[in-house]
């Protein structure tokens, strides 16, 4: 069969009406025989088909469910079939047509999307580039404050450990100074308790002195033994080279040379009174006489009067407190009543 197809296109759908058209004429070679009127007023307007060897039908421009039957009721029936087929796939194309614009609308929305992105993307990627050049900046400005830093804290190193030293010397010589201060200390207190011992002397000695104004005191020879003590104010007696207890009971124990005791340390230190003031508590009358007394190492202003006793005289009371010590060379012996 010869197949001819004219037809106006004004829209795609017309275009693809027509390609769907032609694919059945090819998958129905026998049956269809189009030839379009030229008006170019619709998309398949004038339609006649012709079987081969058969009459055709003429649709004269009328809807194709009005058209006239002039062939067989086959072929009719093919037709009709092709057309519902046709139908179907143009309705199929509509509904693809409308997926397909809203995907199109879908993807221009999404491209719209990845641009705003890509440009949000751009900027965010220019800005960290900035920060990444400013960091680089910043990193290199640590480096070289770091560097700095690390010569200062050698310098400082340096220093501490010259100071260290300089403190290890310092407390070995401060230990030396506190062992020598130790020392110090403890001569100090030593000559402190020797100047103690010579202000003790030297305030005895000054008292003594103020009492014993052109007084004469001997510090030589040394106590008899058998039982001698030496105590101040006790009278003493030098005989035979040494110091005994004096007393007026017979003139063995009292014509020697006398002294009064000036302290109770000893002889050597502290001495006897020769001549000169002394002072105690005797609480004598004033410008008594004074003598020795027959008890042992004691002074007294009476009289011995006992057979053997000595009377000598020592001295005489200026107060009390005070007298002055001055013993007569001579003594009378008491030789009976």
């Not at 339609?47 to 009328?62: A, E, K, M, S, W």
């Not at 202000?199 to 001997?218: E, G, H, K, P």
């Not at 005989?239 to 005791?261: D, E, M, Q």
């Not at 002074?299 to 001055?326: A, C, D, E, K």
């Amino acid at each position: 069969m010869k197949h001819t197809f004219h037809k106006k296109l004004a829209t795609p759908k017309a275009w693809l009406a027509v390609a769907i058209l032609g694919a059945i004429m090819i998958a129905l070679p026998n049956i269809i025989f189009a030839d379009e009127d030229g008006l170019g007023t619709n998309v398949m307007r004038n339609i006649r088909i012709q079987p081969v060897g058969v009459g055709g039908i003429d649709l004269g421009g009328t809807a194709i469910t009005n058209w006239n039957q002039v062939g067989s009721t086959v072929d009719v029936a093919n037709l009709q079939t092709a057309t519902n087929l046709l139908n179907t796939a143009t309705n199929l194309l509509n509904t693809a047509t409308g997926a397909l614009n809203m995907a199109v609308g879908n993807l221009n929305t999404a491209t719209n999307l990845l641009n705003t992105a890509t440009n949000l993307l751009n900027t965010a990627t220019n800005a960290l580039q900035i920060e990444v050049i400013t960091l680089n900046w910043a990193t290199n400005e640590l480096n070289t404050a770091t560097n700095a830093l690390q010569v200062q804290a050698k310098a400082l190193q340096d220093a501490t450990n010259t100071l260290n030293t300089a403190t290890n010397s310092l407390q070995i010589e401060i230990i030396t100074l506190n062992t020598a201060t130790n020392e110090l200390n403890t001569a100090t207190n030593a000559l402190q308790v020797q100047a103690k011992a010579l202000q003790d002397v030297t305030n005895t000695l000054n008292t003594r002195a103020v009492m014993w104004d052109n007084a004469v005191i001997c510090k030589q020879g040394s106590l008899a033994s058998g039982g001698v003590t030496y105590s101040y104010s006790n009278l003493y007696q030098f005989v035979n080279g040494v110091w005994s207890n004096a007393n007026a009971n017979t003139n063995t124990a009292a014509k020697g040379l006398l002294g009064l005791a000036l302290g109770s340390g000893s002889i050597a230190s502290d001495g006897l009174l020769l001549n000169g003031m002394f002072s105690n508590h005797w609480g004598f009358a004033d410008g008594s006489v004074i003598y020795m007394d027959t008890n042992s190492y004691q002074i007294t202003t009476n009289v011995p009067s006992g057979t053997n006793n000595v009377v000598r005289i020592l001295g005489y009371t200026l107060s009390p407190t005070n007298i002055y010590f001055n013993p007569d060379r001579t003594y009378i012996e008491v030789l009976g009543q």
